[in-house]
């Protein structure tokens, strides 16, 4: 059984910086892309950064230079890095992957504000 736990929000100040970190289990965590998105009140779920198995990344445009995705094959964990954070920033941030279907984590909050 695939299962995705994310940790690692909290409120913070504008400028201010997080990392969140998702552990996967029930998969063979180095052979799969690995995705963040995020969710703000009234807002679509959007995609934030991707990271594939080789280690290749891409990210939104809005979050682009401040935020990094990384993984650690050996914990089975992604991780994703918040600089700059922005009140715009604000919103509940999902891991998931796609393995025939998408799996998704809980969600932690993130809250940017002063």
């Known amino acids: 059984q695939v299962r995705l736990v994310e940790s690692g929000g909290g409120l913070v100040q504008p400028g201010g910086s997080l990392r969140l970190s998702c552990a996967a289990s029930g998969i063979i965590f180095s052979r799969y892309a690995m995705n963040w998105y995020r969710q703000a009140p009234g807002k679509q779920r959007e995609l934030v950064a991707v990271?594939?198995?080789?280690?290749?990344?891409s990210y939104a445009d809005s979050v682009k230079g401040r935020f990094t995705i990384s993984r650690d094959n050996a914990k089975n964990t992604v991780y994703l890095q918040l600089n700059s954070l922005k009140p715009e920033d604000t919103a509940v941030y999902y891991c998931?992957?796609?393995?025939?279907?998408?799996?998704w984590g809980q969600g932690t909050q993130v809250t940017v504000s002063s």
């Open positions: 990271i594939l198995s080789g280690g290749s990344t």
């Open positions: 998931n992957t796609w393995i025939g279907e998408n799996y």
